[in-house]
């Protein structure tokens, strides 16, 4: 009798060896599962998300809104975050749903907006880019071909001028701009011995206050995007009526 | 059993309390939190919810919660355009940033309720005028009566965000008050074309306010002037007449004379400007008097016409330099003793008045004097028993402070033997 009750506990005691054996074999799984080498999150980074496309012309950029000055060349350059791979990407500019070009700039030359067939033709309305897993970002494009105003080289007074006129005599200033696009935002300044006056729309202006002597003046005009002319500097020579008498 | 004790004990002691207060009280109150800003507590100023200050302007920023503040609250504080701005009831701050700007007080109470209350709060600059360089320059001659006349001026909006107005005035010079301007309209570029047109050989001002989109207005003001030229280059001299002391000027005359003193015009007007046209060119001079104020007088003015010159010669200034006169009115300095002498007081200029006047018999201050018109009555004590002559001096001055003392004698009522004799 005895000795059952013995092999009972005996029993006993073994499961829950067991028992402890189990959870020490399951917390050295977890540690070791702990040490090994749990990969990173998937690097997101080097995958464009949208496409942003800027103009670079001289040494401006635009790229809200697209515009270009018709005057001069300029470039579409699809801009790529830093930390893409640039020679994984490929780029596709299209008009009207026919491919242009291909590559992460696109060039456009002045030929291209001498007029409206052209501007209509080759001037991008959407690219296309297109990594090399075969996934592609598409961006719709509105690029404005901005012609810039342009001003005459007749102004008066002309340049080298000699003016007779007393400190008080009013000297008339004029000149003449035009702009393909626009006739009447243009923004006019001139420019009287380095002096600025803002004439809004105003082309013809009568200024005095002129001493004895040589005098500049100048032109800028700028339109409503922006672009200008200048006109280089003229120079005229006051004579005083009073001290000449 | 000892529970039953209890909930009978407990029953006993609910039923003693006036628990219905507690139970059965109205809805509680509700909180209501408001916010108010004022740029200082003095009384002028009143509390508002909106407001416009320039940048660096301070604000005291208060709030009010009802029922009081010191319900209960998890927390409150300030927000400046959805950022922290304070943690206090109230306090004096400012706001730097141009711009329109939302400023709310937020209440978070006992059981976790947003109450809020929002400002609304405008820092702007007020625009700035360049008052040197406009066009045309100040004081520009020969404006062609017939041709557009353009004016342009330089401003500038130091918080670079509002859109700018310009007040335009144009005003004919030496034109009384009841002429209207000829140009007073809001315009929205600095620039402005005048199109209808001048009077030759006049003067002109304009003048140019800037404003912004809130209303602020510029500190400067452009002031400039222009002249109008006439016609086969004819010129004109103008100007305003003012004495230097007010009188009720009535008409003033202006005598024109050439360099050989031939007199070129001769002119009686009632307005205090005066436009003498159309003058050839040459050297002039000229003399302005009031008919009625001869002490009113200038020196005489000595200028040059050019050709197509309109001469401003702006205020040209008469000042009084005539005394006032005093006479008996028997014109003789010795006067026979009466109890009340008269004398003649007369001035050419600003004016005299008792006020101004004063008279001294031995010394002493005379009293009682009376004025009517130019008459002025001096009532004098002559002692009975006196043989001497006393010195009556009188002394008065005019408006400009031109000063004059008169001494008469007075004779005695009595001679020498008469009074030793009584």
């Known amino acids: 009798m005895n ?61 809200d809104p697209l515009k270009i000055n018709a005057s001069e060349d300029a470039q579409l350059l699809v801009d790529v975050p830093s930390g893409v791979d640039r020679s994984q990407l490929r780029c596709y500019w299209f008009n009207a749903g026919e491919a242009l070009d291909s590559g992460l700039t ?126 280089p500097q003229r120079t005229f020579t006051v004579l005083d009526t009073m001290e000449a008498q | 059993m000892k529970f039953l004790a209890f909930f009978i004990m407990l029953l ?66 300030w927000t400046l355009d959805g950022n922290i701005f304070a943690n206090e009831y109230n306090f004096k701050s400012t706001v730097y940033t141009p711009g329109t700007h939302e400023i709310v007080f937020v209440f978070v109470d006992y059981f976790g309720d947003t109450l809020s209350d929002t400002l609304s709060l405008t820092v702007a600059s007020p625009p700035a005028l360049d008052v040197q360089n406009f066009i045309p320059a100040d004081g520009m001659q020969q404006v062609d009566p017939y041709q557009i006349l353009h004016f342009a001026w330089n401003a500038d909006d130091p918080d670079s965000i509002w859109n700018l107005n310009y007040h335009f005035m144009l005003y004919e010079n030496g034109c009384d008050d009841s002429c209207k301007p000829l140009a007073d309209t809001i315009v929205d570029r600095s620039t402005f074309s005048y199109v209808n047109g001048f009077k030759p050989l006049h003067e002109y001002s304009w003048y140019v306010r800037a404003y912004n989109e809130i209303g602020q207005e510029s500190i400067e003001e452009i002031a400039g002037r222009f002249f109008v030229r006439g016609f086969n280059n004819e010129s004109a001299v103008l100007g305003f007449v003012k004495t230097n002391t007010p009188v009720d000027v009535d008409s003033f005359y202006i005598t024109l004379l050439d360099s050989g003193l031939n007199v070129v015009k001769k002119i009686e007007q009632r307005e205090n400007t005066f436009n003498i046209g159309a003058l050839a060119k040459g ?39 005539g005394v006032p006169r005093i006479a008996s009115i028997t014109g003789r300095d010795t006067l026979a003793p009466e109890d009340t002498l008269k004398f003649l007081v007369t001035d050419g200029g600003s004016g005299i008045d008792l006020s101004r006047t004063i008279a001294r018999l031995d010394g002493i201050s005379v009293n009682q004097m009376t004025l009517s018109n130019d008459t002025l009555s001096v009532p004098v004590s002559i002692p009975e028993a006196s043989w001497t002559k006393k010195i009556l001096v009188i002394s008065t001055h005019d408006l400009s402070g031109n000063e004059f003392h008169k001494s008469f004698y007075v004779l005695p009522k009595t001679t020498l033997v008469e009074v030793f004799v009584d």
């Open chain 1, 3 to 63: 000795i059952v009750i013995f092999n009972v506990v005996s029993l006993r005691s073994k499961i829950n060896r067991l028992v402890l054996d189990i959870c020490l074999a399951f917390m050295a799984g977890v540690v070791f599962e702990a040490c090994l080498d749990v990969p990173n999150f998937p690097d997101l980074s080097g995958k464009i998300q949208t496409i942003e496309v800027s103009v670079k012309q001289g040494n401006e950029t635009y790229n």
């Open chain 2, 12 to 77: 006993a002691f609910v039923a003693c309390t006036d628990s219905d207060k507690y139970l059965h009280s109205s809805e509680p109150e509700s909180i209501i939190v408001s916010a108010y800003m004022t740029p200082s507590f003095d009384s002028i100023y009143e509390r508002g919810r909106a407001d416009t200050i320039t940048p660096g302007d301070s604000l005291i920023f208060l709030t009010s919660i009802y029922p009081s503040k010191s319900v209960w609250s998890q927390k409150y504080y």
């Open chain 1, 106 to 231: 696109y060039d456009v030359f002045t030929e291209y907006m001498l007029s409206s067939i052209f501007r209509e033709n080759f001037i991008p309305d959407k690219v296309v880019l297109v990594d090399r897993e075969g996934n592609s970002l598409e961006k719709d494009l509105q690029v404005i071909v901005n012609a810039p105003p342009v001003l005459s080289d007749s102004t008066k007074p002309a340049d080298g001028d000699t003016l007779w006129a007393t400190p008080t005599t009013p000297i008339r200033f004029s000149w003449y701009a035009v702009d393909r696009d626009e006739t009447v935002a243009l923004k006019n300044i001139l420019l009287v011995d380095s002096q600025a006056y803002n004439v809004g729309t105003l082309q013809s202006v009568q200024q005095s206050g002129f001493s004895s002597g040589l005098h500049t003046f100048q032109v800028v005009v700028i339109d409503s995007y922006g672009d200008s002319d200048t006109l």
């Open chain 2, 283 to 321: 050297s002039y001079c000229l003399h302005i008097g009031l008919p009625h104020f001869p002490d009113f007088k200038t020196d005489t003015i000595r200028f040059t016409l050019l050709e197509n010159q309109v001469l401003s010669l702006d205020t040209v200034v008469l000042n009084d330099r």
